[in-house]
């Protein structure tokens, strides 16, 4: 099986292609610089993702607060971590940086308020 990703771990873009059986990968190539193999390794094996996106607030002038994943989560949990957060209510007042939900779905992430 060959996969294309396109780099975006610096400006050049670089086109790579992984070749692989299964989860083993065989052949990396198009990559300008080493920083390449390493990215689309990660996105071939367990990709990630920062979430964003709001939880409801009580008590407070605007519905809504945004918040954000302190660190990136397993792709593949994206969806549930939306679902936990959709049935998520903060009590105001609420600062930048409160942990909404600590270590959601046991991914060692936590939900934080980016904005307030």
């Known amino acids: 099986m060959q996969k294309t990703f396109t780099c975006i771990i610096c400006p050049i873009g670089c086109e790579i292609t992984v070749t ?3 989860d083993t990968i065989e052949k990396i190539e198009g990559n300008e610089c080493k920083r390449g193999i390493q990215y689309v390794t ?3 094996l367990n990709p990630k993702r920062i979430l964003t996106t709001t939880v409801k607030i009580e008590g407070a002038s605007l519905p809504v ?4 994943s302190d660190k990136a ?5 994206i969806f549930d971590c939306m679902e936990v957060l959709k ?4 009590k105001a007042p609420v600062k930048m940086g409160q942990v909404v939900v600590e270590n959601i779905l046991d991914t060692g992430v936590n939900i934080i308020i980016t904005r307030c």
């Open 73 to 77: 989560l397993p792709k593949d949990k």
């Open 20 to 22: 692989a059986t299964g």
């Open 42 to 44: 990660d996105e071939f």
């Open 65 to 68: 607060a945004s918040v954000r």
């Open 87 to 90: 049935k998520t209510k903060v």
